[in-house]
């Protein structure tokens, strides 16, 4: 490991010097508007996310419903304004029409995407239910693998036309009289990857998910569709595939979808914790390949990103395709479910902030999985509901990152790890919430071994008083929380003065922080 201060540190007699980091942040630059829904998230039919997670009629905290309302409350803990439903890999041999009308008359189908049996007890209405209950909205994503237009069509009339015609009328007919009115939809799931059931090439993707958007927005002139981008950054085939597809869609689409998740498979923790750096790279990547086609059509639209699944995934990976091999069509296995440490919360922490940043283009973002999938809330079957480590930074950012991204500058010491030469010790994100009189500011040291002393110079905030600091620490990178202890969370800090414009602070090595501003009251007379 390289940094900027380190030539100083060369001597082994010499002191040590203590790194220094200086931010500039100007609370009357507003640089973007953040959407609510980068605080998305996604429930997939896979493993226990649904079956034994939000749903689980034994449990003894069901509702009448069957939903697990310790589920519910955490869920709503963490304010996520949409929800992706129902898939991922499943939507793409999913038939919507299996989870509608009486239950005990639902088919039971193999899931080929995750090998297991989906007996279809919660569809559509249920979900959409359960999505009332913790105050969220629907992202429905449509199964373009191994359907096509007639059928995405009948899903839309059935969900937003009000009544007389045969899909509407289907609705009503199973106690559903007002239309769902589901606003944004996906156009099918990762259709760039080889794994995915019902695969295309882009030409082939680009021609139907275009004439699936046209006759979709006839049914419903007000929905927003969301097309495939790549899988992931490293797909062979990104971003020929942005770039070809668009060319199909840029006219009838208004967002390009993005997925990343990261892992730290070869234990190297410094090069894990720069993994946003790769994520602010695609994205910027993924905006410069849609304004190309922009350009290209001559189009005043710019098209912008729904980054509908990111997070850390790679701690049960191995395990996952050896059950799906050796214990096939089970109902509800335990799949993909990674226990989080204290480094991969960081790494959280680091991408919500990196899609917090680029608020001028992402619109939509989602946190896959919620419940018990790659996810920040775990359940017991016979026990409780439980929080990861990595609940805890998605819910500060939930819910003190919302409003304005302010303008800021860092000027920071630098590392170097594996797969990038120049890594920022410290990542700062500042935004600001008018309705709550509040300014906050996020501060991630990555340094695994240096504390670092940090001024930040906070221009046109002399009317605000520092009300609330709080850090996510530990000194163990592996620690991991459990249902029955939680030794990762946000704790109350007290380490930071605000004075004069100014805040000064010193960050723990491996630590993330965020200090709170409020507006003072101004007396009234
Ligand atoms: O979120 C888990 C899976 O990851 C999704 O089903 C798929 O879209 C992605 O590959």
Known sequence: ??????????????????????????????????????????????????????????????????????????????????????????????????????????????????????????????????????????????NLGTRGIADACNLVEYCNIPSGSKYSDLRVSHGQKKPYGIKTWC????????????????????????????????????IELVCCGSSNSKMPTYPSWEAETLDHLYEYVDYISMHQYYGNEDGDS?????????????????????????????????????????NVWFHSKKNDDNAMKEAPWRVAPSLLEDIYTFEDALVVASLLMTIIKHANRVKIACLAQLVNVIAPIMTEKDGTAWTQTIFYPFQALSVYGRGVVLESNIDTPVHT??????????????????????????????????????????????????SKQLILHSDNLHAVNGPHSTPVYLENQDCATFADGNLVTQLLPASWNIFILHQKRVALE
């Open 417 to 466: 790890t594996k797969d990038h030469p120049i890594v920022p010790d410290i990542e700062v994100l500042a935004t600001k919430d008018s309705e709550m009189g509040t300014i906050s500011i996020f501060v991630l040291n990555r340094n695994l071994t240096d504390s670092i002393d940090l001024r930040c110079d906070l221009h046109g905030c002399d009317h605000y008083i520092l």
């Open 1 to 142: 490991m390289t940094s900027r201060t380190s030539g100083i540190n060369k001597g082994m007699n010499m002191k040590r010097i203590q790194k220094q980091a200086y931010a500039y942040i100007n609370g009357n630059l507003e640089k973007a508007i953040i959407d609510n829904r980068v605080f998305g998230s996604f429930i997939e039919h896979l493993g226990r996310a649904v079956y034994g997670g939000i749903y689980q009629p034994d449990h003894p905290s069901a509702d009448t419903a069957g939903f697990r309302q310790d589920v519910i409350t955490l869920v709503k803990d963490l304010h996520v304004p949409i929800i992706r439903y129902p898939g991922g890999n499943f939507v793409s041999n999913y038939h919507w029409e299996d989870g509608v009308g009486p239950v005990e008359c639902r088919p039971r189908r193999l899931d080929l995407a995750w090998k297991s049996i989906e007996t279809n007890a919660i569809g559509l209405h249920e979900f959409y239910n359960w999505i009332l209950k913790v105050h969220s909205q629907i992202l429905m994503a449509i």
């Open 270 to 310: 410094e090069n894990f914790l720069a993994s946003s750096l790769d994520m602010d790279d695609f994205i910027s990547t993924v905006c410069a390949t849609c304004d190309y086609i922009k350009a290209k059509h001559r189009s005043p639209k710019t098209m912008n990103i729904c980054f509908d699944e990111w």
């Open 187 to 222: 156009l099918g799931n990762e259709m760039d990857g080889p794994w995915q059931i019902g695969h295309k090439t882009a030409e082939e993707y680009g021609r139907l998910a275009t004439e699936t958007a046209k006759a979709l927005k006839q049914i419903d002139p007000q």
